[in-house]
């Protein structure tokens, strides 16, 4: 049966769910129809590479750690339990890379002579101040679990609940670590009132 | 009051259940303070969604991906051993096949070879026609192995080879950063009347003209190299540097010894080079790459587009288009796009070649690729000492490191000098003697005097360099940053040096001390929570 002939079928058939969703290409993936895989990663790859970038905040590493998740993904997509939204795994698993990889940059780092900054503290006396830079470095000096669900919900729209699913928390610490981010990032700009004003 | 603010941001996220938005717009109507937090939050929240922009999307990542998850299979291990059975049947069924018609495999391969080649060499002409070699262009050819493919000098072709002998050429939308200027200071060096200007002229045009040939494209974005390039570049640098050391005493001087090609050997050379009739080119095309030989006629090539030119030039007139909108319609370019992608996947008629491509290069592998044959002299022989040669074109510096205290042993006064000549890589140093018979050394002491004399006057007009310490430095240096002056009062500076490093060091303890008094003070300032 060749595939043409296959999509027939399982469209005649009576389903509930759309032949496209994340669920029946999985199911079909589990069946053999390992096509299916690359029209996941089609969906979904700006999601979890945009993820990773606002998480590991440099652009040289993101796709290299996108691809450990596909992989990963490809390895257990067969286990897969359908208990839950095949995004909120996927998050899951990116969230984790994530923090494997910022880890290893940590240990790295204790390793390599400490690189001078760029940040010299002199931001504030140049003429044309750029504030997204102000306000991206303020927010990469948060704590990273701070800074993830913070990031999570402002800049990828996710809710709370999601957020809770993706870095394996509850709820109630998702609005509190989304509330003291949100403090600390009040603090560290203090010093740039001014120019925050105009 | 900590509470209430952490249930602001919740609501600023449209988190809360209506029951607590309720109660929290009811205190927001009576607290002018937690309004004034909330328009603080929503201040954060903004700056925080228009601080980070979406990362560009990755056209390759699946290609890439994919490629990946081809190679490394996993899964079970029937699927895993599964292609190996397919390879396995097809095994069979080939042998069987050739059993019984040997020349099978033989045809199908010619036969798909040829229609293949037959397809992509329509049509081909020179690429560099386009760009209108400049002598510049074929100066930094020979020299940085560069070559631009239009006017605009927007592509580029590098040639080279790897260390391990492999060649390889490369397309890419940026050159090389090259030294400006190279040409024009060799150039100038050279100080040629207008004779030679035109001799010189005329053999970089003729290299101009004949590199033509080396570099065909297609409308079908093909582009075929042929592996006489290579070989170009070396005769030109032959030949240019024959022709420089001929002319000027000056660049004679700074060629090596070893460099004594003789005139009549690099004519040799470059003969050979250009009458080399080995027709076969690499050819590159959006889906295979594959070694063939193509017949370019050059003449009549050029009369075709004389007649072209002509013709169009006429009706240009009519239609009253200049010059530059001509040329504009003269310009071949090479698409660099996503196209080329399919190459990396492309059957591969000649194994031997790889491919690496980015955004804005490709890069072509030739591992061990059929260089045509050129008889007498040595190719190999010729290009060491070119290479040689060549290395005495860049900078090097002169130092003067090391300075020992005259040895006055048994009457003789002798200045040891150890003279250090750093080139591009290699380090050539080399140690004399020098004998003074009838000078006294001079009192150490009474130099160190006059030199403290010049550094009270001395100026610094740098004002980054403004520093107290930099000036003990900086009066060591000369422009090329090396330090240059005598060595003596360099140890003198030292022992200055370290006096004030003693005081800074004090100074610091001071500093300690008082700080240690403040810390009462200090404590009581609160850290930043977060």
Request: proline share 4%; aromatic share 10%.
């Amino acid at each position: 049966m060749d595939s043409e002939s296959k999509k027939e079928v399982l469209q005649t058939q009576p389903r509930i769910l759309e032949i496209n969703d994340d669920f029946s290409l999985i199911k079909r993936f589990v069946e053999g129809d390992e096509s299916t895989f690359k029209t996941l990663v089609y969906r979904h790859k700006e999601k979890v590479r945009n993820i990773i970038y606002i998480t590991v905040n440099r652009t040289e590493f993101v796709d290299d750690i996108a691809q450990e998740v596909f992989i990963t993904v490809y390895k257990n997509l067969r286990h897969f339990r359908f208990e839950s939204q095949f995004t909120t795994w996927l998050y899951r698993i990116t969230v984790n890379k994530c923090k494997d990889h910022l880890r290893k940059m940590k240990i790295r780092s204790m390793f390599v002579p400490v690189k001078e900054t760029e940040d010299h503290g002199y931001n504030h006396l140049n003429d044309n101040i750029d504030i997204p830079e102000i306000v991206r470095k303020s927010i990469y000096k948060l704590p990273e679990k701070l800074r993830t669900p913070l990031l999570l919900k402002d800049i990828e729209g996710f809710s709370y609940q999601e957020i809770a699913e993706a870095v394996q928390c509850e709820v109630g610490t998702v609005k509190s670590r989304i509330f003291r981010a949100r403090e600390g990032l009040r603090n560290l700009l203090k010093p740039y009132e001014e120019e925050l004003k105009v | 009051m900590n509470k209430d603010i952490e249930l602001l941001s919740a609501y600023l996220d449209g988190e809360l259940s209506p029951d607590e938005i309720k109660q929290l717009e009811e205190k927001l109507s009576y607290s002018p303070e937690l309004r004034d937090q909330l328009t603080e939050l929503k201040r954060v929240k903004e700056l925080t969604k228009s601080s980070i922009n979406k990362i560009p999307e990755a056209p390759y990542f699946e290609t890439r991906l994919f490629s990946y998850l081809e190679e490394k299979p996993y899964g079970n291990k029937i699927r895993k051993w599964s292609p190996v059975i397919g390879v396995a049947v097809l095994t069979v069924a080939l042998m069987l096949l050739l059993k019984f018609n040997p020349d099978f495999l033989k045809n199908l391969f010619e036969e798909q070879k040829s229609n293949l080649a037959g397809f992509y060499k329509e049509n081909l002409k020179p690429l560099l026609l386009a760009a209108n070699l400049s002598n510049e262009d074929i100066f930094n050819f020979a020299f940085y192995n560069q070559l631009p493919l239009d006017n605009t000098k927007t592509q580029y072709i590098q040639v080279g080879s790897e260390p391990s002998g492999d060649e390889y050429f490369e397309i890419s939308t940026a050159g090389l950063m090259i030294e400006e200027g190279s040409f024009k200071k060799f150039m100038e060096s050279l100080a040629l009347n207008s004779d030679q200007e035109q001799q010189f002229d005329s053999i970089m045009g003729s290299y101009a003209e004949a590199l033509q040939s080396q570099i065909l494209v297609n409308d079908k974005n093909t582009v075929a190299i042929s592996p006489n390039l290579w070989n170009y570049q070396k005769a030109i640098v032959a030949d240019i540097l024959s022709f420089a050391k001929g002319r000027s005493e000056e660049v004679a001087g700074i060629m090596p010894a070893l460099f004594k090609v003789q005139s009549p050997v690099v004519k040799q050379v470059v003969h050979s080079v250009k009458t080399n009739k080995d027709n076969e080119y690499i050819f590159f095309t959006p889906d295979s790459l594959f070694i063939d030989t193509f017949e370019f006629d050059a003449d009549e090539f050029k009369k075709e587009m004389e007649i072209a030119k002509r013709e169009m030039q006429k009706s240009f007139q009519e239609m009253e288009i200049n010059q530059e909108e001509m040329e504009e319609l003269n310009l071949v370019r090479l698409k660099l796009d996503s196209s080329l992608i399919n190459l990396k996947r492309a059957p591969r008629v000649n194994k031997n070649i790889d491919i690496y491509i980015d955004s804005n290069v490709c890069r072509v592998h030739i591992d061990k690729i059929e260089i045509p044959d050129i008889e007498l002299p040595d190719m190999d022989s010729l290009e060491a000492i070119i290479n040689e040669a060549t290395k005495q074109f860049k900078a090097f510096t002169f130092t003067v490191p090391k300075f020992d205290l005259p040895d006055s042993e048994a009457g003789k006064q002798f200045h040891k000098y150890d003279y250090k000549i750093e080139m591009d890589d290699s380090i050539k140093s080399f140690n004399f003697d020098l004998h003074i018979p009838d000078v006294e050394i001079p009192d150490v002491d009474s130099i160190l005097r006059n030199e403290m004399k010049h550094l009270e006057n001395f100026n610094l007009n740098e004002p980054l360099m403004n520093d107290s310490l930099m000036k003990w430095f900086n009066f060591f240096r000369n422009d090329d940053s090396t330090y240059s002056g005598n060595p003596q009062h360099f140890e003198f500076r030292m022992k200055e040096f370290e006096k004030e490093m003693e005081k800074f060091r004090e100074e610091m303890d001071k500093l300690k001390m008082e700080i240690r008094k403040d810390t009462v003070r200090v404590k009581s300032k609160k850290p930043v929570e977060i």
